[in-house]
Nanobody
Framework: QVQLVEPGGGLVQPGVSLTFPCVAS????????VRWFRQSPGKKRDLVTY????????RFSDSVKDRFTISRDNDKNTLYPEMNNLQSEDTAVYFC???????WGQGTQVNVSS
């Protein structure tokens, strides 16, 4: 059974950094591109970043490309999105996506507020 779990999230102040993993199981993580989406209140779910199988190829949306990074550990089946200098507009539910059938994690809420 394919599973993607994103423990973490929470309430943070503007300007801080936050990293929380996406832990995958049930598929060959090291062969797959894994994606990181977010959905803000009242908006559609948007792609934020992705990492291809070896991690050598990554892309970021324009809104985060100077602040977010992504890495992966294929031995641990884990993706590590790192969000730096968080702003209020980064408030959203964040989702991991990957594996057969483009499976979704349950999502984790990040609130950026002073």
């Amino acid at each position: 059974q394919v599973q993607l779990v994103e423990p973490g999230g929470g309430l943070v102040q503007p300007g801080v950094s936050l990293t929380f993993p996406c832990v995958a199981s049930g598929f060959s993580f090291s062969w797959d591109t894994v994606r990181w989406f977010r959905q803000s209140p009242g908006k559609k779910r948007d792609l934020v970043t992705y990492s291809t199988d070896t991690g050598r190829d990554t892309r970021f949306s324009d809104s985060v490309k100077d602040r977010f990074t992504i890495s992966r550990d294929n031995d641990k089946n884990t993706l590590y999105p790192e969000m730096n200098n968080l702003q209020s507009e980064d408030t959203a539910v964040y989702f991991c996506n990957g594996g057969p059938g483009d499976s979704w994690g349950q999502g984790t809420q990040v609130n950026v507020s002073s």
